[in-house]
């Protein structure tokens, strides 16, 4: 599929509308950051699909506006926002401790790369057919691997079977995006991650659906 405005706009629309059921349907306070993530998406998104629109040079400020509002959920609300959302719904002590250390991992690896947001400006560009985001930082590798942990394991860690394979899915994704558009990396596996939202409103399809590992 090639990735586009169209395609972002679709994936935005769908994932708000998506968002709206999952966070009508989540049962308590607790729930509600775990709901809210396709909405996240959808935002995320949207920004996406505006951005595609600035190309080429035909709006240099927004393009650099939205360029950083897109990253700012890439970079930094997601490692910080996650491993808290899988946080609230978790019971099981030992898990919750487990999830406090991740939690930590994510808020230093997303305050970190909002520093590198503000000290080195990313720039976005279009280069076959995808959005490539220019994002120099240093320390590239135990970068990725705080934003995985944060992003993917903190989900892995719960208790809730679903929410577990969330996690599975949002780490195979970005394996799959790594290996077949490394250079497009951030917009392939954000929308890949987003589509994968999906599995949220499998959370709240039903209450048993809620119902933790023994």
């Known amino acids: ?27 308590s306070r607790r729930e509600l950051p775990y709901a809210a993530i396709p909405l996240l998406f959808g935002v995320q998104q949207l920004l996406e699909g505006m951005l595609w629109l600035t190309f080429p040079d035909r709006a240099p400020l927004l393009n650099v506006a939205l360029t950083h509002l897109y ?37 230093l ?11 080195l400006p990313i720039t976005a560009r279009v280069v076959g057919q995808h959005i490539l ?32 394979a969330f996690g599975v899915a949002a780490f195979v994704s970005a394996i799959a995006a790594y ?6 990396f951030i917009s392939v596996w954000c929308f890949f991650a987003a589509v994968l939202s999906f599995i949220v409103l499998w959370q709240f399809r039903e209450p048993r659906a809620r119902l933790a590992v023994p």
């Open 71 to 107: 990253s700012f959920f890439s970079h930094v609300l997601w490692p910080i926002y996650v491993p808290l959302a899988a946080l609230a719904l978790e019971s099981v002590r030992w898990r919750r401790r487990v999830l406090v250390a991740i939690a930590v991992a994510g808020a």
């Open 109 to 119: 690896v997303g305050l970190y790369l909002l520093a590198m947001l503000v000290k």
């Open 179 to 184: 290996m077949f558009y490394a250079t497009w």
């Open 133 to 164: 985001y220019d994002s120099p930082h240093f320390y590239v590798m135990t970068t990725m691997a705080l934003y995985l942990i944060g992003t993917c394991a903190s989900l892995m860690v719960s208790s809730h079977r679903r929410v577990a």
């Open 1 to 27: 599929m090639c990735f586009s405005a169209p395609a972002s706009f679709t994936a935005a629309a769908v994932l708000l509308g998506l968002g709206t059921v999952t966070v009508r349907r989540a049962g």
